[in-house]
């Protein structure tokens, strides 16, 4: 069943597409029962959990054991809090191109469940209360990088980087990384050589895990106008950059055996979780260059969250064991 929502934002969309200019859809309020939600889905949830995946694991690591319960706690609601932040200013900054493209355009901006005053006060709220909580109840290091991180996702990515160039992805993709040096400094009160491999790690799986998803949606990045590798380039060399990048961030996982001193279980973690990652993208390319049947890009999108998600369980396990 349609909704007027749904389908203003298709009208939206084809009127684009003939050149007819498209007046901003007003905000509708939404029901109170839902405006909860709408809040929520500014934070955007799903991006959340990821790099909780990798703040965790990474205390653990730095404490050689479990940390604290009160540092754990803080850390991560601090996280939480500044990733949230990040994500609603995201969202109020692209709700333009947010309405243009199928994967957005039910976000509450997009559709006018909420005004976007409310979203940017919504996401400076969030912003301030993760700067307090980390400061205050852990450490200002930690605070001083949630901040640099929020500050580069904004201003850095969304902002400079997104609409400009199709290495967007690449460096924006440092504000993702931050959480492990978030998580290590908490526990530590510093920084090491160990957070920075794990960074890298981040780092070099971010494109390789992003640039599928982009070319299943070029279509809606072409109708916003926005760079993205998927969408401006052919298949085969989007697939050949997620090879290398593959490639890189599994060679980064392993640097982390002699830099950390990391176990059996992680060593076995990486090779295996490794070569699974580094067969599905090459999977991609070969289909790729082929250009025969479906190419599957989801495939190498969905393998790579459990890629990172069991590596990062075993940088947690590792420490744990008496080996």
């Keep these: 069943m349609t909704t ?9 969309g084809r009127r684009l597409s003939t050149g007819t200019a498209v007046a901003p859809f ?32 990474t205390m653990v690591l730095a404490a050689r054991g479990l940390p604290g319960l009160g540092v754990t706690v803080w850390t991560l609601l601090g996280g939480t809090l500044a990733a949230g932040s990040a994500n ?19 976000r509450p901006l997009a559709t006018g469940e909420l005004r976007p005053r409310d979203a940017a006060v919504f996401g400076t709220v969030l912003g ?6 980390l400061g ?16 580069f996702y904004v201003l850095g990515y969304t ?31 510093r920084l090491d050589w160990t957070p920075f491999v794990l960074f890298g790690v981040v780092f070099w799986w971010t494109p390789a895990h992003y640039w599928p998803l982009s070319l299943t949606f070029r279509r809606d990045y072409t109708a916003a106008g926005v760079p993205m590798l998927g969408a401006v380039a052919p298949a085969a060399t989007v697939a050949r950059r997620v090879v290398g990048y593959a490639w890189a961030t599994v060679a980064c996982s392993l640097l982390l055996i002699p830099v950390a001193g990391v176990g059996p279980v992680y060593t076995v973690a990486a090779v295996l979780l490794g070569a699974a990652f580094l067969r599905e993208a090459h999977l991609l390319a070969a289909r790729a260059r082929r250009e025969e049947g479906p190419l599957a890009p989801m495939r190498v999108f969905h393998a790579s969250i459990s890629y990172l998600a069991l590596l ?12």
């Design 312 to 323: 990062f369980a075993a940088v947690a396990v590792d420490p744990l064991l008496p080996f």
């Design 26 to 57: 007003p905000p509708v309020p939404a029901p109170r029962g839902r405006t909860f939600r709408a809040y929520l889905a500014l934070t955007k949830p799903r991006i959340i959990e990821l790099l909780l995946v990798t703040t965790a694991p």
């Design 88 to 106: 609603t200013w995201n969202c109020y900054l692209d709700r333009d191109i947010d309405r243009l493209m199928q994967r957005t355009a039910g």
């Design 4 to 12: 007027p929502v749904g389908q203003a934002v298709r009208s939206a």
């Design 128 to 133: 301030l209360a993760a700067v307090a909580v």
């Design 136 to 151: 205050f109840l852990v450490n200002l290091l930690s605070a001083g990088l949630a901040l640099f991180a929020i500050a």
């Design 159 to 189: 902002l400079l980087l997104k609409r400009r160039t199709s290495q967007n992805i690449v460096w924006g993709g440092v504000a993702g990384c931050v959480p492990v040096l978030i998580g290590w400094t908490a526990v530590t009160g």
